[in-house]
């Protein structure tokens, strides 16, 4: 028995500290509560709202469904749900244990935030004139390039496309041309990286891109000092957003088609007898005779039209096809608060309209944003992009109807063994090919120092490289045939990158004084390498340009230009009361284009806003939602011109010696006319040559009406562009024929007009329909060119010898100069009378108006045309009832003068001058005539064109793994009103000159848009 108690003692007091242990154990998880719920807004999940028990640092996020769970202390009454972009909410706890709480928008912090250079700004401090355009804006179409996609999308932004050629790029203006000879283009930024002048942004897939600010005014653009001089086009990409991970996957499929009426004559005995015509009224033999000409059998007219000739070819047919285009892109992005990604892969396969034609591009994109340490953001963006393209030579459609594409045994049918323009072979047998990679990246550091004061310093890099292979087989083209082969192999590599580093300071005083402050440092570095192998001579096409050691004769060229940009950068923007603003900026840039005594530039700027909505005696007044007035004045500037022209510069060039053989030669540094038919010596140093600056003065005022369910911008502006860069003829004893001088001045002023309408908000019913209207007034002017009263402007023309544009002050830029005319003359004495001599003056012959002297003569000639728009506008509405969505967009031009080279060439010839038909509309025709440059050419240029036109629909919700779902077909370029006759299109280049070229398509689209959950 005694042995027992021991035991009985031991388990007693084992038993007593065990109930001890877990009796305090059980008190201490009693003082602890288990809390859960779900966290939504406007009936979607939050993910990432931060839960916090109310005065301590105990707290959770929700997860990707809005679900949080956290132990709270027993006696915990309150917990705190914040989340960006909505109010913080104190939600009381009660004797709850399962709480769900729904977050409010929060207007004050959701309030339209818009990209300026080197930071962000709220909509309503906004102090110059910016543009927002969102990539639900835009239509959706198959582009090789962004800038496109803006045509019609801001006031004042003109976005001329010439060419349906699929890669080719566009020329954007925005305000007008302020430059001669440097880039007249806005200049393009990508997520802070200054990329060049716009117009052919191939690197960056739209599907890629989440806004565009387009800043028009020095107030805006002049913190980009020397390039920002035509204004700044501004692209912020998508990134990554906490939450769950979201997929997003887009395809469309495009028919592009050709114009149904090419201006072309089908017919081959109408054919055969305008060109019989032409040759016999130029004292020529006529071709289409019965006879052989150079080899080849041209039937008579009467062979033609009894049927004896048996062939008959619609080269248009031949030519031109209905294109395939295929567009695909796929993203996913999401993250948690501290980490954030997003990726995209994009691919868009384009075939050409004339066959041989075809474009292919592949982007892919990468960027991570990565919270470091509480205070420490850092992150990168990496682009890829690759492009491969095949080009044919184009054109074709204008050869004889009369003979076939092939002969009897298959081969090419070719006019005369000097044939070197068959499209067929063009297509088939010439190798012309371009292949481009892009690499752009970004890295980015963000320190908040202090609650106030941040750091950002990112380093950009950009490499670009591209491959041209060209070879032109023996006997099939003309450097083919001239060289027996021809081969050549261009590489093009560029290097650059600009490291910047800016403090931005915050600081708000009770709550009436609100200062931001910007000031950094930037330096950028750009290089450029080409070079090109040429071999003419081969054996045989074998190789094509593969081995080009194997030619007869080879040639070697290669050039290489770097240049350096150093830049200080200051802002301050200052609030008070949310009524009256003021932005102030300088940007100092040292160009190593410039000379010691002009390196360094110096670009201000002062903006001054006033939100009279928010002042006593306008807060009865319902209607108006926000009412602001903006005025400003700065200066930016124009470094767009080559390196090295404050140094002298040299040229090589080869030329046969008398031994047979070729020698090298050096002499200052040349350059040619577009057309080849000039060649001009450039190698003469200016060391003074210095900025083009243009000041710039604006006033906006921006409405908002009924809820901002109307809002209004208008703008009033002056544009004054000093110290222009242009070449300046010399004495022939210079030894040189040109030099570039700072020697000139440009106005442009006008305004602009914005109106965006909601007449139906969707709040009472299930439509919605909104509509969107711009206009843009723009006259441009030359006020001076130094010494000279006319200065030739671009190339010479072939047909004229001689240039068709040209700078006179006070008129445009680029006004069109030649001879005035008064119909066709009917008869010699006619002709005499009105100052013509000789063959001019015969009947048949364009009447050209003698304005002085006895006859006709370069004296006669004056300005005849203006190619820049009275105006241009747009148009655009957007609907939406219950699924279905409809949209289009109108793009309008009205005012300018085009100079139509195709005005008589083709069907048009139908209409000349003969005896039995004397009309005063179409000359006759005549193979050796030499036209004079005048205003018989020019013809209205304006036109309204139907840009887009989407239908879609968006399916019901019922598969849990698609969150949205939508279908859409479009049409673009369906029909064009005009009054421009035998030309594809009155949509030219700058220059306002039609050449006929690439026609643009009617594009045909179907396409579908899949987010994932």
Do not use: C
Not at 219 to 228: D, E, H
Not at 760 to 786: L, M
């Amino acid at each position: 028995m005694k042995s027992l108690s021991p035991s009985r003692t031991s388990l007693r007091i084992l038993v007593t500290f065990l109930s001890l242990f877990f009796g305090t154990s059980v008190a201490a998880l009693a003082q602890e509560t288990i809390i859960t719920g779900k966290v939504s807004a406007s009936g979607e999940v939050l993910a990432g709202v931060n839960v916090v028990v109310k005065g301590t640092t105990n707290g959770t996020i929700s997860d990707f469904d809005g679900n949080f769970k956290i132990s709270v202390p027993q006696d915990t009454e309150t917990l705190v749900f914040s989340f960006i972009g909505y109010k913080t909410i104190e939600e009381p706890i009660g004797s709850r244990s399962y709480i769900e709480v729904t977050l409010v928008e929060d207007a004050e912090q959701l309030e339209e935030i818009v990209v300026v250079g080197y930071g962000t700004m709220k909509k309503s401090d906004l102090t110059g004139a910016v543009n927002t355009v969102t990539m639900d804006d835009l239509p959706s179409r198959p582009t090789a390039n962004v800038e496109e996609l803006l045509q019609g999308q801001a006031a004042g932004l003109q976005i001329t496309n010439s060419s349906g050629q699929p890669g080719s790029s566009v020329n954007v203006q925005l305000r007008g041309v302020s430059s001669l000879t440097g880039d007249s283009s806005p200049l393009l930024v990508v997520d802070g990286f200054p990329m060049g002048g716009a117009g052919n942004l191939k690197q960056i897939n739209p599907n890629d891109i989440q806004s565009i600010e387009i800043l028009k005014d020095a107030s805006a653009s002049a913190i980009y000092g020397s390039r920002g001089a035509n204004g700044v086009i501004m692209i912020t990409t998508k990134r990554g957003k906490s939450g769950k991970m979201n997929v997003n996957f887009n395809s469309r499929v495009s028919v592009q088609t050709p114009p149904s009426n090419f201006n072309t004559i089908n017919d081959p005995a109408s054919f055969a007898l305008i060109s019989n015509e032409g040759r016999t009224n130029a004292g020529m033999i006529p071709l289409y005779n019965g006879s052989n000409f150079l080899g080849t059998y041209y039937p008579s007219v009467s062979e033609i039209q009894s049927g004896e000739w048996g062939h008959r070819t619609d080269w248009a047919d031949v030519v031109y096809r209905n294109a395939l285009a295929q567009d695909y892109n796929f993203s996913a992005n999401g993250g948690t608060e501290t980490s954030q990604y997003y990726f995209s892969l994009g691919y868009l396969g384009q075939e050409g309209m004339n066959i041989g034609d075809e474009y292919k591009r592949i982007n892919a994109r990468f960027s991570l944003d990565q919270e470091i340490f509480r205070n420490v953001k850092a992150g990168f963006n990496i682009i890829f992009s690759n492009t491969d393209q095949d080009n044919s030579a184009g054109g074709g459609i204008g050869r004889s109807p009369v003979f076939p594409v092939y002969d009897e045994n298959g081969d090419y049918f070719r006019i005369g063994n000097q044939d070197f323009y068959h499209p067929i072979i063009l297509a088939d047998e010439v190798l012309n090919k371009n292949r481009g990679t892009d690499f752009i990246s970004n890295l980015y550091l963000d320190w908040g120092i202090t609650d106030d004061l941040k750091l950002r310093t990112q380093l950009n890099y950009k490499n670009g490289n591209s491959v041209s292979d060209l070879y032109e087989p023996i006997g099939k083209t003309w450097n083919g045939n001239e060289w027996n082969g021809y081969g050549s192999i261009s590489n093009f590599t560029d290097h650059d990158i600009l490291s910047e580093t800016y403090l931005t300071y915050n600081k708000t005083v009770s709550d009436k004084h609100r200062i931001t402050a910007m000031a950094g440092w930037s330096a950028q570095r750009y290089e450029m390498r080409n070079s090109q192998l040429v071999g003419k001579g081969f054996v045989n096409d074998n190789l094509q340009n593969q081995n080009l050691y194997a030619a007869d004769i080879m040639e070697t060229t290669n050039s290489y230009q770097a240049s350096t940009l150093l830049s200080a950068i200051s802002r301050l923007n200052y609030v008070f009361d949310d009524r009256y603003l003021i932005t102030a900026t300088m940007r100092a840039d040292g160009s190593s284009k410039f000379g010691q005594n002009n390196r360094w530039g110096y670009f201000p700027s002062v903006a001054l806003g006033w939100n009279l909505h928010k002042e006593s005696f306008m807060q009865d007044i319902e209607a108006i939602s926000s009412f602001k007035v903006r005025a400003s004045w700065g200066q930016a500037g124009n470094q767009g011109l080559d390196p090295y022209q404050i140094n002298e510069r040299y040229g090589t060039a080869r030329y046969p010696n008398a031994g047979g053989g070729w020698s090298t030669g050096f002499g200052p540094g040349t350059w040619y006319t577009p057309d080849f038919i000039y060649k001009y010596w450039q190698g003469m140093a200016n060391g003074e040559l210095k900025w083009e600056t243009t000041t710039t003065s604006n006033l906006g005022v921006d409405i908002s009406l009924f809820n901002s369910r109307v809002m209004l911008t208008a703008e009033v502006y002056d544009k004054y562009t000093t110290d222009l860069l242009r070449s300046e003829r010399v004495a022939p004893s210079a030894g040189y024929d040109e030099v570039l001088v700072n020697d000139g001045a440009v106005r442009n002023n006008g305004y602009e007009i914005s109106l965006d309408v909601a007449i139906f908000t969707g709040d009472a019913s299930d439509f919605e329909w909104s509509v969107k209207g711009t206009f843009s007034q723009n006259r441009n002017e030359v006020v001076e060119i130094g010494s000279q009263n006319l200065v030739w402007f671009g190339g010479d023309v072939e047909r004229f010898r001689s240039p068709v544009n040209v700078l006179i002050p006070g008129q445009p830029i680029g006004a069109f100069y030649g001879y005035k005319t008064n119909g066709i003359i009917q008869s010699v004495e006619e002709g005499l009378e009105a100052g013509l001599r000789g063959d001019e003056a015969r009947p048949g012959e364009i009447k050209y108006v003698n304005l002085q002297g006895d006859e006709v003569d370069a004296d006669d000639r004056t300005v005849i045309g203006n190619p820049n728009p009275d105006f241009i506008y747009s148009i655009s509405s957007s609907m939406r009832y219950k699924n279905f969505d409809f949209s289009f967009l109108l793009n309008g031009v009205n005012g300018n003068d085009v100079y139509n080279m195709t005005r008589f060439e083709g069907a048009a010839q139908l209409n000349r001058w003969t005896p039995d038909n004397p009309t005063n509309a179409y000359p006759s025709l005549n193979d050796n005539r030499l036209y004079r440059a005048s205003d018989w050419w020019i013809e209205d240029g304006s036109f309204l064109r139907i840009q887009n036109i989407t239908l879609g629909y968006t399916m019901p919700q019922k598969v849990n793994w698609i969150q949205n779902l939508r279908a859409y077909v479009s049409i673009d370029n369906p029909y064009i009103f005009s009054k421009f006759q035998y030309g594809f299109d009155p949509e030219v280049a700058a220059n306002g000159i039609h050449w006929g070229g690439y026609p643009q398509p009617t594009t045909y689209s179907f396409g579908l848009n899949v987010t994932l959950k």
